[in-house]
């Protein structure tokens, strides 16, 4: 069958059962544009600016499972989804990124628009491809969804000369794949997981730490019937969160430097720590000296480079979580563990998460009240700063795969373009945007992409008129030095919405809470609500630098 390489690209999307493309084109892209013209099976997402396209497939990526879908063209293009493809690099997200390139005659002559983004992803990619004979597209895609979803998911970038995606080939049915050296270890060595085994049906204080490998492999099914066979409590890291439902009786929420007390005293005190697809970052072990010091540390992760590269591990097990805990279950008998639970229900008792109730609108309350009025069960996605811990310590999650954030590259300007994507790879959830008014300011102009597609996105901004996160951080180390963080001019967030004719509200008192979420959320279409809170508010607790994960500030 003779196509253009550009129609062969758009058939192996379809093959591979991609039905959103999220983008943005330009000159050396055109000729995937002009085949998906002629396809209504892809939908495609015009977003605002190429970073929008690359936050949307990840956000739509995070809440369905599947691989997300993202292009742009070459030079400005491609340079702009950068940041966005190492945001998916750092939280393992499986992702596709197509972009044009100049000619491979005029490859590396700084030809206008030209730059090498093969080398500069080189280090934010699993893999990824700059394509010269156009008779391999049809191979490389496949390749590229496989090393995506596949092992520790990951992007994986398309680089396509504008002439190869215009050149004519025979297209044929890829055989099946062989990626020599890349073959991901799934199930547990077997002695290992004996011996883990055998170690937790000895512990008298055990714990489980639990991150995003458990929504990769799906396995948050599994990992409560694991928490309860072994009477054990789960810690969440912020990736993590939804994995087990925020309110089970085992879940103690997420730990970590602005984690609940009583989870960073769960692991301080644990006898047996099973971490469970997480890569203990030092948002987490903020001390790795000292983290779990009375443990004895059992880590499952499908990449073995994570393996004790920055905690000691007693017992590793390299493979997917959820093989390696279903093995594991195979041996592990029911088990109680009262004395402990006891002691644990006793720290929640008395290190509960609080606030101080003031005159002014708590950003605290907000997020309570929206986890009220949704009942737990919407898709809450968050930008990056003190609404984002405020998210992750009181909208208590129900489900995997419903919290989504930003976490190792802690990028502002991430959720309203993936608040985007999750609305539409999950049309028929609620999705709320819990964002600040300095992320939000980063990339606000998708609130135009969220109208145009008629995606009824719920936006709430904790408005400071500040750069909360970082006001805080120099309260603590600057000696309330306090440079570059205050916003003198905010737009009017309300006449924003109204400029593309959705609804504003606002709520800058604490009567108006319930009336004014409830409107919102009760409206058909993208409605972004104002809530003027307290500059000064802080979030706690709060671990700070040299000092024990057992010993935050509790405000």
């Known amino acids: 069958m003779k196509m253009t390489a550009a129609e062969a690209l758009v058939k192996c999307l379809k093959e591979q059962g991609v039905d959103v493309v999220f983008g943005y084109p330009g000159g050396n892209i055109l000729p995937v544009y002009d085949a998906m013209c002629e396809s209504s099976d892809i939908r495609h997402v015009l977003v605002r600016h190429e970073q929008g396209a690359v936050h949307a497939a990840d956000g739509y990526a995070r809440v369905t499972g599947r691989v997300g879908v993202c292009m742009a063209t070459s030079g400005p293009g491609a340079t702009n989804l950068v940041t966005g493809i190492a945001n998916a690099y750092m939280d393992s997200i499986p992702m596709v990124v197509i972009t044009g390139q100049v000619p491979t005659t005029m490859v590396g002559t700084d030809a206008f628009q030209e730059v090498d983004i093969t080398g500069i992803t080189i280090p934010i990619t699993k893999h990824n491809y700059l394509v010269k004979d156009p008779r391999k597209v049809p191979l490389i895609v496949k390749q590229a969804f496989h090393i995506a979803s596949t092992g520790r998911p990951g992007p994986v970038l398309i680089d396509l000369p504008k002439n190869v995606l215009q050149a004519e080939i025979s297209f044929e049915e890829t055989g099946d794949l062989k990626l020599l050296g890349y073959k991901p270890t799934y199930r547990g060595h077997k002695s290992q997981v004996n011996m883990a085994s055998e170690l937790i049906m000895q512990a008298r204080r055990p714990l489980i730490y639990c991150g995003g490998g458990i929504h990769a492999s799906n396995a948050s099914d599994t990992l409560i019937r694991f928490a309860e066979t072994l009477s054990a409590p789960v810690t969440c890291t912020l990736m ?124 605290q309350a907000v997020i309570e009240a929206v986890r009220e009025l949704t009942d737990g069960d919407a898709v809450i996605v968050t930008d990056v700063g003190q609404h984002q811990m405020w998210a992750a310590q009181y909208y208590k999650t129900k489900k995997p795969r419903t919290f989504i954030s930003s976490g190792g590259l802690g990028t502002m300007g991430y959720g309203l373009p993936a608040a985007v994507g999750a609305k539409v790879g999950a049309p028929d959830r609620e999705v709320v945007l819990i964002t600040g008014d300095g992320s939000f300011q980063m990339c606000m102009q998708e609130f135009g992409t969220a109208v145009e597609q008629g995606l009824p996105v719920k936006v709430i901004i904790l408005n400071n008129h500040s750069l909360g996160m970082v006001r805080q951080l120099q309260e603590f180390y600057c000696n309330r030095r306090y440079m570059a963080v205050n916003f003198q001019k905010n737009p009017d967030f309300v006449k924003f919405a109204g400029v593309y004719d959705a609804l504003g509200l606002r709520i800058s008192d604490a009567g108006q809470l319930h009336s004014v979420l409830e409107q919102a959320l009760g409206h058909d279409g993208p409605v972004i609500v104002d809530c003027i809170i307290e500059k000064d508010e802080n979030v706690y607790p709060m671990v700070l630098a040299g000092q024990p994960l057992s010993q935050p500030i509790e405000g």
């Open 240 to 363: 993590g969160l939804g994995a087990i439902p925020g309110g089970h009786d085992l879940s103690l929420g997420m730990l970590g430097l602005h984690g609940a007390k009583y989870a960073n005293l769960a692991v301080t005190e644990c006898d047996v720590l099973i971490a469970l697809g997480v890569r203990f970052d030092d948002r987490v072990a903020v001390d790795f000296s000292s983290f779990a010091p009375n443990a004895k540390v059992i880590h499952v992760d499908i990449d073995p480079a994570e393996i004790g590269k920055n905690v000691r591990v007693d017992i590793p097990i390299v493979g997917d979580v959820k093989m390696v805990m279903e093995a594991m279950l195979e041996k592990l008998e029911e088990k109680s563990c009262d004395e402990w639970l006891a002691q644990v229900a006793e720290w929640k008792k008395t290190y509960p998460l609080h606030y101080k109730a003031g005159a002014g609108l708590k950003p």
